[in-house]
C-alpha cells in the first residue's frame, strides 16, 4: 500500500489540481455537481456503485454516496469529506498554485485534498488486495460549508448511513501542533443565537427615570456583558457576531446584516445581536442555554428581552473511549510506518463538521485529510507530502479495522 501511494502521488496531485480549478463554492450548485462529476469515476472504477441525493429541497446541489460491499463479516466503514468550498464563484481566488511543498487553491485543503487522501488510500488498498472484501462507504456532502435547510433534511441521509457504519472517518485536514500530527476524537457543537431588546422612545433627557428607563441598547450591552462575565465554562465559546441599536434595527433575512438608524438625543427603543454557541456535549448546551435564558430575564428597568437559538445547528462530537481506542489503532499504525505517536488534540481547536451528525451512533476519528493553513482565505495551502502521508495512514487502518469481526 505504501509503495502504491508513492507511486501514484503525481497523480494523485493532478487529480486534486483538476478537482480544485473546477469552483464549487457552496451556493455553485452547478459547480458543486461539476466536481461530484469528476470525483464519482474515480470511486467508480474501484467498485463502488454511486448515488446522488438531491438536494434542492434544502436549497443546496446534493451529496454524492459510494458504497463498496464486502464482507458482511467485517467493520462497516463510513468515510466523510465534503465537495464544496467556502469561495464562491466571485471570489479571485480560482485556481491551483503550486510552490515547492505547497498546493495554493480553493478547497486544496478544505476538503478536496481530503477527498484526495480518500482516493488515495482505496487505490493503495485495491492494490494490495485489501479493499475487495471491505465494507467501506464514501459519503461527500456538498454543503458543509454552509449547511442547506432544514438540517434535518440535509443531514438524513448522512445521520442514516452513521446508523448502519461501525466506524466513521472525517477526512478533512490533520491538526498539526508545534510540529507534531494530533489526532482527533471530539469536535465541538456550533449554533447561533439571536437577541432582541426593546424599550421605550423618549427624550434623551429622560433616560433613565420614571417612565423611560435605560433604553435597549444599555440593556443590550449588560446582558453581553454578563454573558462574558458569568457563562465561562471548559471547551465553551459564546461569539457576539453582529450588533445593531437605535431608533430603528433590523436583520436581513440572511440575518449577516443589521440595518440601523438612531439619534444621539433619542433613547433608544429596539437592539439586536447575533452570536454563536460552541460546546462540548448536549448537556453543556442545554445548561449553558438555561444560563443564558436566565440572565436575558434580568431585564433593566423599562427594557424587555429575548433570546432565541436556531434550530439548524452542528451537535457536538464529545469525546468517548471508543474513540480514544481507535485513536490507540491508528497509532500502532504509526508505529509499524515508523511515524510518531499522535497526541489527542484539544477539541476547541477545531471547528465543528459533518461527523458530528453521526457521532451519536458511531464510534468516530477526525481529521484523517493532510496538513493544511490558511483555511476559509486566500491563503488555503495544502502541505503536499502530508497527503501521501495521511492516504499511508488511512489505508492501513482502513484495511485493518474492515478486516475485524463486527
Known amino acids: 500500500m505504501i509503495a502504491t501511494v508513492d507511486a501514484e502521488q503525481a497523480r494523485t496531485l493532478g487529480l486534486l489540481e483538476r ?12 459547480g458543486v ?18 448515488q446522488w441525493i438531491d438536494m434542492s429541497a434544502a436549497g443546496r446541489a446534493g451529496h454524492l454516496v459510494a458504497r463498496h460491499a464486502g464482507s458482511r463479516a467485517g467493520k462497516r466503514l463510513l468515510l466523510i469529506a465534503h465537495l464544496d468550498t467556502v469561495f464562491e464563484p466571485d471570489s479571485p481566488f480560482q485556481r491551483w498554485v503550486r ?21 488515495a488510500a482505496l487505490r493503495a488498498m485495491q492494490a494490495a488486495g485489501t479493499l475487495k472484501k471491505a465494507n467501506i462507504t464514501v459519503f461527500l456532502t456538498g454543503d458543509e460549508e454552509d449547511a442547506g435547510s432544514p438540517i434535518s433534511l440535509a443531514r438524513r441521509d448522512l445521520i442514516a448511513e452513521g446508523k448502519k457504519a461501525d466506524v466513521a472517518l472525517d477526512f478533512e ?12 476524537i471530539a469536535r465541538r457543537s456550533a449554533g447561533s443565537w439571536t437577541l432582541t431588546v426593546s424599550g421605550t422612545s423618549a427624550h434623551s433627557a429622560g433616560w433613565g427615570g420614571p417612565g423611560v428607563g435605560y ?12 454573558f462574558r462575565r458569568e457563562l465561562p465554562e471548559d471547551r465553551l465559546t459564546y461569539n457576539v457576531g453582529l450588533v445593531g441599536g437605535g431608533q430603528t434595527a433590523a436583520l436581513d433575512d440572511g440575518k449577516i446584516r443589521v440595518e440601523a438608524t438612531g439619534k444621539t438625543n433619542i433613547v433608544a427603543p429596539v437592539a439586536v445581536a447575533r452570536g454563536d454557541l460552541r460546546a ?10 438555561a444560563k443564558m435564558r436566565a440572565i436575558v430575564a434580568q431585564s433593566l428597568p423599562g427594557t424587555k428581552a429575548e433570546i432565541s437559538f436556531d434550530a439548524d445547528a452542528y451537535p457536538p462530537m464529545p469525546p468517548s473511549e471508543a474513540n480514544r481506542a481507535l485513536l490507540g489503532r491508528l497509532n500502532t499504525v504509526n508505529r509499524d510506518m515508523g511515524l510518531a505517536e499522535m497526541g489527542e488534540l484539544d477539541p476547541a481547536k477545531r471547528g465543528a463538521g459533518d461527523i458530528s451528525f453521526v457521532a451519536a451512533d ?32 488511512a489505508a492501513i487502518l482502513m484495511s485493518r479495522l474492515a478486516a475485524q469481526r463486527r
Open 99 to 119: 510552490e515547492g511543498d505547497r498546493g495554493h487553491g480553493p478547497g486544496a485543503g478544505d476538503d478536496k485534498g481530503g477527498i484526495a487522501v480518500i482516493v
Open 280 to 289: 462540548i456535549s448536549q448537556e453543556q448546551i442545554d445548561r449553558v442555554r
Open 33 to 50: 455537481a461539476a466536481v461530484r462529476g469528476l470525483v464519482e469515476p474515480e470511486l467508480r472504477q474501484l467498485g463502488f456503485t454511486t
Open 19 to 30: 478537482w480544485v480549478n473546477q469552483n464549487s463554492g457552496t451556493m455553485n450548485k452547478a
Open 215 to 226: 433604553g435597549a441598547i444599555y440593556e443590550l450591552a449588560r446582558i453581553v456583558d454578563q
Open 173 to 184: 485536514n490533520l491538526a498539526v501542533v508545534d510540529g507534531n500530527d494530533m489526532g482527533s
Open 362 to 393: 458511531v464510534d468516530g476519528l477526525v481529521g484523517l485529510g493532510p496538513a493544511t493553513e490558511g483555511s476559509h482565505t486566500d491563503k488555503e495551502a495544502v502541505d503536499v507530502p502530508s497527503i501521501s502521508k495521511q492516504a499511508k495512514r
